[in-house]
Every structure is written in structure tokens, then in C-alpha cells.
């Protein structure tokens, strides 16, 4: 039996931008990668605009709720992918920490659902390429 690949997606608050991945990857992967996500400081609940962008690409995250970062959520993972640049990860050991310096069209001017839309379809492309590295 082969074992599924797993990972973590975290941001700060895991009301957006972590969230946003572990929909994409869900929709990207189905079942055949196991998708968690926390934050290093969670949020009350979930971003609606982050929500609203992406039942747009088909993903409803609007009943998940922001989940902590722990130790032993990191070692059932193996792969911890940390979104942006706010939230700061300890290293767990065997488990593997990258970060994804994700667009910030904020930095640019750009704001509310436009900003949103971006920040989706660069997570979405990198879900994508990681999905191809996790499963062949």
C-alpha cells in the first residue's frame, strides 16, 4: 500500500491564504493528497472575501474554521508550506518547511476583491506545480 502524500498549509491568521491552498488543492488533487491547514496566530473564522473568491473557482471553504499550527499537526503532514511572509514556523524535526512568497497586489494599490482574485490564481498556480511534484 502506498502511502498518500500529505501537506500543511499555514499563513497567520488560517482565514485566508491557507485556507485559499487547501481548497485549491483539494480541488486540484481530490483524495489523492492528504490537505490540512493551520495558523501561527488564527483568526476567529474565515475571510469572506477570501471565501467569495474562491466559490468563484469552485471551492466552498465558508464552513471551515481556522485551525492552530502545532507540532504534531506539522510531523503528520511531512511538508509544512508557509504563505507569505507574517507567519514565522519553528522547525519540527523530519519535517520538511518551505515558504511561498505569495503576490501582494496590496503593495501595488491594489485592494478588496481585485486583490482577492490575484492572490487566488497565484496560489492556485503554485498548488498546481506542487500537486505535479507530489504526485508525478
Known amino acids: 500500500m502506498t502511502v498518500k502524500p500529505a501537506v500543511l498549509f499555514v499563513c497567520s491568521k488560517n482565514g485566508g491564504k491557507s485556507q485559499m491552498a487547501a481548497g485549491l488543492m483539494k480541488l486540484e488533487a481530490g483524495d489523492d493528497v492528504v490537505v490540512t491547514?493551520?495558523?501561527?496566530?488564527?483568526?476567529?473564522?474565515?475571510?469572506?472575501?477570501?471565501?467569495?473568491?474562491?466559490?468563484?473557482?469552485?471551492?466552498?471553504?465558508?464552513?471551515?474554521?481556522?485551525?492552530?499550527?502545532?507540532?504534531?499537526?506539522?510531523?503528520a503532514a511531512g511538508l509544512v508550506i508557509v504563505l507569505g511572509a507574517e507567519a514565522q514556523v519553528e522547525p519540527v524535526d523530519g519535517v520538511v518547511i518551505e515558504r511561498w512568497e505569495t503576490d501582494e497586489p496590496s503593495a501595488r494599490g491594489i485592494e478588496g476583491r481585485e486583490r482577492m482574485e490575484l492572490v487566488r490564481d497565484d496560489i492556485h498556480a503554485r498548488v498546481k506545480a506542487l500537486k505535479a511534484r507530489l504526485l508525478g
Open 37 to 75: 491547514s493551520a495558523g501561527t496566530k488564527p483568526a476567529e473564522k474565515i475571510n469572506t472575501l477570501s471565501a467569495e473568491v474562491l466559490l468563484d473557482a469552485g471551492v466552498d471553504i465558508r464552513a471551515e474554521v481556522p485551525k492552530p499550527l502545532t507540532a504534531e499537526n506539522m510531523s
